[in-house]
């Protein structure tokens, strides 16, 4: 993120698709002269209960590949691995959920692949490096990532925040672009079901 200009950020926020939709959000400004870690240390700078969570979905994953290859016998035992990772991610998402900090607790206004666009009760200059958790209560999980300040624009007493992710792990960002597809999944068979009963 380093080296590129605050208009290139912008383009790259909006190269994801977004989604007007209130997520919890924690906030948290990091101290002057904070270095970004690398991606691949990022797991170092997170609550111990994102690694735990990780892990658990990355074994998940491992566990079901073998089964694509097995044909349809394997279609009942990888239904029953299913329920049983869903299970899995209900207790983790319980776990997570613990992280929330209500003194750092803000809502979204959008989300997506990208970045944020978060309602604050101060202003933040651009380039100001935020610690974030978000909490995605319908997908059962949590991300912890860094972003940054990218636009601040007044809305009636509250400051919209506009963050781009500059440190965030793949399958985080995957999540991501995940939720706000099914969210938006969601709104279009509600609005379509909404119009059908008028």
């Known amino acids: 993120m380093h080296g590129i200009s605050l208009e290139e950020k912008q383009q790259q926020f909006n190269e994801f698709f977004t989604i007007e939709h209130a997520i919890r959000v924690n906030f948290k400004t990091v101290a002057a002269g ?3 870690p690398d991606v691949d240390d990022l797991g170092d700078h997170m ?6 969570a990780s892990e658990a979905t990355a074994i998940d ?3 079901l590949r073998p089964l694509r290859n097995m044909g349809e016998h394997a279609v009942e035992l990888a239904n029953f691995l299913n329920a049983q990772s869903r299970k899995i991610d209900l207790l983790m998402s319980l776990v997570l959920q613990q992280q929330d900090d209500p003194s750092l607790a803000y809502e979204s206004v959008m989300f997506g692949g990208g970045g944020i666009i978060v309602k604050c009760d101060e202003a933040y200059e651009p380039e100001q490096i935020i610690e974030l958790k978000l909490f995605l209560k319908e997908e059962a999980s949590a991300i912890f990532c860094y972003g940054e300040v990218i636009e601040c624009q007044q809305v009636g007493e509250q400051y919209h925040v506009s963050l781009i992710y500059n440190c ?3 399958e985080d960002q ?3 672009v995940r939720a706000s597809l099914h969210l938006q999944t969601a709104q279009l068979r509600k609005r379509a079901k909404q119009q059908k009963n008028d």
Do not use: C, G, K
């Not at 609550?47 to 735990?52: E, I, L």
């Open 34 to 36: 904070f270095t970004l």
């Open 47 to 52: 609550p111990y209960a994102f690694r735990v």
């Open 61 to 63: 994953a491992q566990a």
């Open 168 to 170: 965030i792990r793949e």
């Open 174 to 176: 995957d999540l991501l």
